[in-house]
């Protein structure tokens, strides 16, 4: 049985969408707000982050430097803004 690939996606206009922090297939953290199954673009302003292979955290719309380390924020907000 082939296990289904799931996609991180960032869109950065649904800033009320939690963010979710995931390892890829490589074990580098990605973040996004939208998990789908098809690496298709789900929506006009979507950017598709990568594959999805192990979930790590979830938050709600306020993140803050006390949640996750320093550089893993501004990397974050890199993504998001």
């Known amino acids: 049985m082939s296990k289904i690939e799931k996609y991180l996606w960032l869109n950065s206009d649904e800033n009320k969408l939690p963010i979710m922090i995931y390892l890829d297939e490589k074990g580098n953290k990605i973040y996004g707000n939208i998990i789908t ?13 990568g594959i999805a292979r192990t979930h790590l955290n979830t938050f709600q719309t306020n993140v803050g430097l006390t949640d996750i380390k320093p550089h893993e924020y501004l990397k974050m907000m890199e993504l998001i803004h």
């Open 37 to 49: 199954n098809t690496n298709t673009n789900c929506s006009k302003n979507g950017k598709c982050i």
